[in-house]
T-cell receptor, first 113, second 114 residues
Framework: AQSVTQLDSQVPVFEEAPVELRCNYSSSVSVYLFWYVQYPNQGLQLLLK??????LVKGINGFEAEFNKSQTSFHLRKPSVHISDTAEYFCAVTESGYQKVTFGIGTKLQVIP | DTAVSQTPKYLVTQMGNDKSIKCEQNLGHDTMYWYKQDSKKFLKIMFS???????INETVPNRFSPKSPDKAHLNLHINSLELGDSAVYFCASSQDIASGNTIYFGEGSWLTVV
């Protein structure tokens, strides 16, 4: 069965500093990996996703993530954060061929001015 | 045009009441979902419908009953509301997620039971 672990529940970071939000998954088959962002009082929206091919995936708002199969990780990074990046970030996994997506518990990114 | 729209956005009601949340998607997706997000932001799937047929029904009290009149609509009816039902309820839709398609979420319905 698939599972997702987001190792940090909260990540405070100063404005213009780099950030990495960690995500590890568990699955016995090939997977699709996603990062969703939830701004305050809004629904979730897709930030980026990995389906196949290049392991480095670029998303909206300057975010990128790298799929590492050997470490079963899909960490999200941004070289310089902005106040507007303050939000909850969810990692999610779907097993290829299965109609189920599993979300992590979320990481709250708090950007400090 | 809002892709996934749900109403009402805010709902405050007393224990024991019955309430409904409506959802519509204009993306032409075959699958629709209801998710519940608690105060700690944990996101839990409740139901999933594919072309009006129920395909996922997680452990949810019988007081919660989804209804899909057509593949563009998925409503959620809740009977005999309890304090613990207070949460944000998200409607969502997608094409076949087994192929890696994205899930599109509505803005959420904030339910407060007093």
């Amino acid at each position: 069965a698939q599972s997702v672990t987001q190792l940090d529940s909260q990540v405070p970071v100063f404005e213009e500093a780099p950030v990495e939000l960690r995500c590890n998954y568990s699955s016995s088959v090939s997977v699709y990996l996603f990062w969703y962002v939830q701004y305050p009082n809004q629904g979730l929206q897709l930030l980026l996703k990995y389906l196949s091919g290049s392991t480095l995936v670029k998303g909206i708002n300057g975010f990128e993530a790298e799929f590492n199969k050997s470490q079963t990780s899909f960490h999200l990074r941004k070289p310089s954060v902005h106040i507007s990046d303050t939000a909850e970030y969810f990692c999610a996994v779907t097993e290829s061929g299965y109609q189920k997506v599993t979300f992590g518990i979320g990481t709250k990114l708090q950007v400090i001015p | 045009d809002t892709a996934v729209s749900q109403t009402p956005k805010y709902l405050v009601t007393q224990m024991g009441n019955d309430k409904s949340i409506k959802c519509e998607q204009n993306l032409g997706h075959d699958t629709m979902y209801w998710y519940k997000q608690d105060s700690k932001k944990f996101l839990k799937i409740m139901f999933s419908y594919n072309n009006k047929e129920l395909i996922i029904n997680e452990t949810v009290p019988n007081r919660f009953s989804p209804k899909s009149p057509d593949k563009a609509h998925l409503n959620l009816h809740i009977n005999s509301l309890e304090l613990g039902d207070s949460a944000v309820y998200f409607c969502a839709s997608s094409q076949d997620i087994a192929s890696g398609n994205t899930i599109y979420f509505g803005e959420g319905s904030w339910l407060t039971v007093v």
